[in-house]
């Protein structure tokens, strides 16, 4: 089996998506995805885009501006039409396992070079966009637990999470993305776009629209629940509403090292596990303890973890549950924060979390040995990737 490393990584900012104060609201994801490409072959020369064996882009909802959009932004970007591209759907893992087929297609030696990422844009096509559910889904659920609120409203319940806690978690989760934005520690992984302030002016956004400077525990404790009368899951504690794109460069070792790339992890191992879709969120319990059951590893061989902040309840219940960490400020997860302040563009998180993971890696963790990256998804899927370092 040949081993698939890491070249490179980028994203947009992520901007809210929001019609009004969004910094993207005018840009199509299509344009997000094409800056992504185009800033991977800037920054890495070597590669001409026609020798890319195949794309593959992860999006949550492919309808209208999103159909089968990781073949039409490579198209709109003017890239060879000899090159496929894949658009995978798995809910909010889909930019993950965008990169488990990459990685696999290396492995197996289908191919040398390959382009992995994820993009949404949760303005111009919104959760859920053109969904009917199947009637025996229905039928075998009710239908009130299925959207993504709710199972989060169930999981604190389920696993009896404090209010505190979970506002400690969002608390950190700005605290610490508006430390590595002063920091510049997103500088390597953000690709400035052109994008419009609330009133119109146009500038170049290199920065998350949803970090909050100003974010007090006192303040979002007073949100309520739009989710479930009485409820516990505030907008504070989901991850927000978001636009954004991302793609890693991703490439059989031998290749790397034939072109002189510099690189530091490989893909050890991924893998996708299932649960009850009302409590989707727990999904990276069953997906971690499978990755660790196949690998021989414990959970305390891993060095670092970055998991999706989908929801402050889930997230919290499945760093318990693993034991990984109890309570924010955490020693090892989610350094540069997480989805509650970075926000949450369905189908790019999964590959924007390795990204994030790999320049943690780089830069703040150099004697680390492995890195954790997982987030559930709608409906009960989740996935799971094991990175290890190689130099
Ligand atoms: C929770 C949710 C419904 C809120 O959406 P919304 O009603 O559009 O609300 P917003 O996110 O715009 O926030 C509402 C207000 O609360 C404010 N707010 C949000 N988080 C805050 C915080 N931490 N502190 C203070 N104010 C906050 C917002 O800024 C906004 O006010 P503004 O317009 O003056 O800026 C939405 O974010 C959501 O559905 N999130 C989950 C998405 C999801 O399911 N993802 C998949 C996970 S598997």
Not at 147 to 175: C, F, I, N, R
Not at 370 to 378: F, K, M, N
């Amino acid at each position: 089996m040949r081993e698939c490393v890491i070249v490179d990584g980028v994203r947009t900012p992520n901007g809210r998506a929001h019609k009004e104060k969004g910094w993207f609201r005018n840009k199509r994801p299509d344009e997000l995805l094409t800056a992504v490409y185009d800033a991977l072959f800037a920054r890495n020369s070597q590669v001409k885009p026609e020798d890319v064996e195949a794309v593959f882009i992860g999006c949550a909802n492919q309808v209208g501006m999103q159909n089968d959009i990781g073949r039409l932004a490579w198209l709109a970007g003017g890239y060879p039409e000899s090159v496929p591209a894949n658009t995978i759907c798995q809910q909010c893992p889909s930019g993950m396992s965008a990169i488990e087929h990459a990685a696999r297609a290396i492995m197996c030696g289908e191919g040398d070079i390959y382009i992995a990422g994820g993009v949404e844009d949760m303005q111009h096509v919104p959760i859920g966009a053109g969904l009917e559910f199947p009637p025996r889904v229905l039928q075998r659920y009710n239908p009130e637990e299925l959207p993504m609120g709710p199972t989060a409203e169930k999981v604190a319940e389920l696993w009896k999470v404090s209010s505190e806690d979970m506002l400690q978690m969002a608390y950190y989760s700005h605290k610490r993305a508006a430390a590595a934005r002063d920091a510049g520690k997103f500088k390597n992984e953000i690709v400035p776009i052109e994008g419009e302030k609330e009133d119109g002016t146009k500038f170049m956004v290199d920065r998350d629209q949803w970090i909050r400077d100003n974010v007090s525990i006192e303040a979002m404790a007073q949100m309520k629940s739009p989710f479930k009368e009485g409820g516990v899951i505030t907008a504070a504690l989901s991850s927000p509403l978001t636009t954004g794109a991302c793609a890693l460069l991703l490439m059989s070792r031998e290749k790397a090292d034939e072109l002189g790339f510099e690189y530091h992890l490989k893909y050890k191992a991924g893998v996708m596990a299932g649960c009850d879709p009302t409590i989707m969120g727990v999904g990276p319990i069953y997906a971690v303890r499978k990755l660790l059951e196949r690998t021989g590893l414990t959970i305390d061989d891993i060095d670092v973890v970055e998991i999706n902040e989908a929801f402050a309840s889930q997230s919290l219940v499945c760093l318990r549950e693993l034991g990984i960490e109890q309570n924010a400020p955490f020693k090892k997860t989610n350094l540069w924060g997480g989805a509650l302040a970075l926000g949450h563009p369905l189908g790019e998180s999964g590959a924007r979390i390795v990204i994030t993971l790999n320049n943690i890696m780089k830069t703040d963790m150099p004697e680390a040995k492995y890195g954790l990256a997982t987030l559930c998804g709608g409906f009960g899927n989740a996935n799971a990737t094991l990175w290890e370092r190689v130099k």
